[in-house]
């Protein structure tokens, strides 16, 4: 016999090359587990990738899946790359959650979940801010990271979770804005919306009372054409205040009013065109005749407190801000 005696029990089968009995010579001869065919033995595991349990997966030195003493031997386990305590796990800090929405390493599950701080932030590159359970670059009310151009302070876009170029404390009523802190004082930077519902963006605009700023201390005894008085507005950043808005026209409406902006059809016999005005033709602005020949924008409105100091509001039908 090539191996001098009849192989059976725990070696059934005879290695004629080697000539000894063995456990197994391939993999069909092992009823589990895998064939090390080096050394004639049924083992568990013949390298990490064989071992699938986070629990368990280191291949030994014997064959046997063991816990994990570092982070190669997690690294054919999906979404568990990490080795902390002998098992692979999704993370074992806070830095190993390298994704901005889910940044923070949680102690219970030792798994990736959104953050709710700032310092679970502190290793996301460029969003170290915590916004919402997600890394941001910055808020309206966190700007820290935007900076300065020349001495004013940059404001950040508080949709967009980003900076922007944008100075703090320049933009005034009526004028688009991405935070509170772009308003001028006394104005908040709030959602714009025509009668309709329709929603126009957001423009700052003045916050009711707050007169050390020279905001109106009433909308309709002293705002005009700011007439509108909305009770407890909610800001781009969340701040909560009354404010005057305009009541019929829009932001667009008021800065068109009596500009250079011709609303007349082309000529030779120029007539108004009233789809160059306001955002909606008639309902929020209107185009009108100035002297012969001469059309401009003006603005909608109910009564004298819809323009602006001194203008009146003419018009039976569709009343508008006096041109003349």
């Given at each position: 016999m090539p191996c001098g005696k009849?192989?059976?029990?725990?070696?059934?089968?005879c290695d004629v090359l080697r000539g000894s009995c063995v456990q197994c010579r391939g993999q069909l001869d092992c009823v589990t587990g895998l064939c090390e065919v080096g050394a004639g033995k049924c083992v568990?595991?013949?390298?990490?990738?064989?071992?699938?349990?986070?629990?368990?997966?280191?291949?030994?030195?014997?064959?046997?899946?063991?816990?994990?003493?570092?982070?190669?031997?997690?690294?054919?386990i999906p979404g568990?790359?990490?080795?902390?305590?002998?098992?692979?796990?999704?993370c074992a800090a806070h830095s190993d959650c390298t994704m901005a929405d889910k940044?923070?390493?949680?102690?219970?599950?030792?798994?990736?979940?959104?953050?709710?701080d700032d310092t679970q932030c502190a290793h996301i590159p460029g969003k170290n801010v915590c916004s919402a359970g997600a890394c941001v670059q910055c808020t309206g009310t966190k700007a820290e990271a935007c900076g300065f151009s020349g001495s004013d302070r940059l404001v950040c876009d508080s949709i967009n979770k980003t900076c922007s170029t944008l100075r703090a404390g320049k933009t005034d009523v009526c004028q688009p804005c991405v935070s509170?802190?772009?308003?001028?004082?006394g104005r908040l930077c709030v959602q714009e919306t025509l009668n309709s519902g329709q929603k126009l963006g957001f423009a700052c605009f003045w916050k009711e009372g707050d007169t050390q700023v020279d905001a109106p201390a009433s909308c309709l005894g002293g705002g005009r054409p700011f007439a509108k008085q909305v009770l407890k507005a909610s800001s781009i950043d969340g701040a909560s205040a009354d404010i005057c808005t305009l009541r019929v026209s829009s932001c667009l409406a008021f800065k068109q009013f009596s500009s250079d902006v011709d609303c007349a059809t082309k000529p030779p016999n120029p007539m108004a065109d009233q789809a160059k005005c306001g955002v909606v033709p008639r309902a929020d602005a209107s185009c009108a005749e100035v002297q012969a020949g001469m059309f401009r924008c003006t603005m909608t409105c109910v009564n004298?407190?819809?323009?602006?100091?001194?203008?009146?509001?003419?018009?039976?039908?569709?009343?508008?801000?006096?041109?003349?």
């Amino acid at each position: 016999m090539p191996c001098g005696k009849l192989c059976d029990g725990a070696e059934p089968f005879c290695d004629v090359l080697r000539g000894s009995c063995v456990q197994c010579r391939g993999q069909l001869d092992c009823v589990t587990g895998l064939c090390e065919v080096g050394a004639g033995k049924c083992v568990e595991c013949l390298s990490h990738e064989t071992c699938v349990d986070p629990a368990a997966a280191r291949c030994s030195n014997a064959g046997v899946c063991a816990t994990c003493l570092d982070n190669s031997q997690c690294a054919h386990i999906p979404g568990k790359n990490v080795c902390s305590a002998g098992a692979c796990v999704a993370c074992a800090a806070h830095s190993d959650c390298t994704m901005a929405d889910k940044a923070q390493c949680s102690a219970q599950s030792s798994s990736c979940t959104a953050c709710t701080d700032d310092t679970q932030c502190a290793h996301i590159p460029g969003k170290n801010v915590c916004s919402a359970g997600a890394c941001v670059q910055c808020t309206g009310t966190k700007a820290e990271a935007c900076g300065f151009s020349g001495s004013d302070r940059l404001v950040c876009d508080s949709i967009n979770k980003t900076c922007s170029t944008l100075r703090a404390g320049k933009t005034d009523v009526c004028q688009p804005c991405v935070s509170d802190a772009q308003c001028m004082p006394g104005r908040l930077c709030v959602q714009e919306t025509l009668n309709s519902g329709q929603k126009l963006g957001f423009a700052c605009f003045w916050k009711e009372g707050d007169t050390q700023v020279d905001a109106p201390a009433s909308c309709l005894g002293g705002g005009r054409p700011f007439a509108k008085q909305v009770l407890k507005a909610s800001s781009i950043d969340g701040a909560s205040a009354d404010i005057c808005t305009l009541r019929v026209s829009s932001c667009l409406a008021f800065k068109q009013f009596s500009s250079d902006v011709d609303c007349a059809t082309k000529p030779p016999n120029p007539m108004a065109d009233q789809a160059k005005c306001g955002v909606v033709p008639r309902a929020d602005a209107s185009c009108a005749e100035v002297q012969a020949g001469m059309f401009r924008c003006t603005m909608t409105c109910v009564n004298n407190a819809d323009c602006k100091s001194p203008v009146a509001c003419v018009g039976a039908v569709t009343s508008v801000c006096n041109l003349n």
